[in-house]
Nanobody, 119 residues
Framework: QVQLVESGGGLVQAGGSLRLSCAAS????????MGWYRQAPGKQRELVAT???????NYADSVKGRFTISRDNANNALYLQMNSLKPDDTAVYYC?????????????WGQGTQVTVSS
């Protein structure tokens, strides 16, 4: 089992920055890739960015050039630096990790952290 806890959300004006953190605990040795997803009111949860254990990153087109995902494998932490924030970035942001289990891969979600960008 892997537990994920996000922090760092809040209220920021458009053009501002926030840094989200995700702390992993439990069977962290099994963690493979990690990522951030978000869900705005009335919308489906969508991918924001992912990062493999080797550091290969992938971003949604809507955040490329503004957001940076990183991870600290030694401390079981995941980060999302968000710059040039827009009102459209307002959402609950979720940390996600895939872990290797005996039957294959299993996904884990954090509880989410609210990010609100005012215009």
């Amino acid at each position: 089992q892997v537990q994920l806890v996000e922090s760092g959300g809040g209220l920021v004006q458009a053009g501002g920055s926030l840094r989200l953190s995700c702390a992993a605990s439990g069977s962290t040795v099994s963690i493979n890739s990690m990522g951030w997803y978000r869900q705005a009111p009335g919308k489906q949860r969508e991918l924001v960015a992912t990062i493999t254990s080797g550091g290969i990153t992938n971003y949604a087109d809507s955040v490329k050039g503004r957001f940076t995902i990183s991870r600290d494998n030694a401390n079981n932490a995941l980060y999302l630096q968000m710059n040039s924030l827009k009102p459209d970035d307002t959402a609950v942001y979720y940390c996600y990790a895939t872990g290797v289990v005996t039957t294959g891969l299993r996904g884990y979600w954090g509880q989410g952290t609210q990010v609100t960008v005012s215009s």
